[in-house]
């Protein structure tokens, strides 16, 4: 199964996919999601976030500064107020 990740700006939808796990750097820190996670929320610090396309894969880093997430039945939605 396949978590769906949201990656937003204040400017545009940075990213929209299926992917397996992604790892986001928390202000408690970093917090890994993968498909079926509880719901949860947390305030996000400058970072990056890290995401695997499949099991066992390579990361994608992408930075992010500041922002919310957000976990719930639909997924792990991400808004940062820089990304890139």
Not at 3 to 26: A, D
């Amino acid at each position: 199964m396949a978590l769906h990740f949201e990656l937003v700006t204040p400017e545009k939808l940075f990213r929209s996919e299926e992917v397996y796990q992604v790892v986001v750097p928390g202000t408690d820190g970093d917090f890994g999601v993968l498909e079926g996670h509880a719901p949860f929320m947390s305030t996000v610090r400058d970072g990056s976030i890290q995401i695997y396309a499949t099991a066992g894969s390579a990361p994608e880093i992408i930075p992010v500064e500041g922002g919310f997430a957000e976990v719930n039945e639909k997924g792990l939605t991400v808004l940062a107020e820089k990304a890139g």
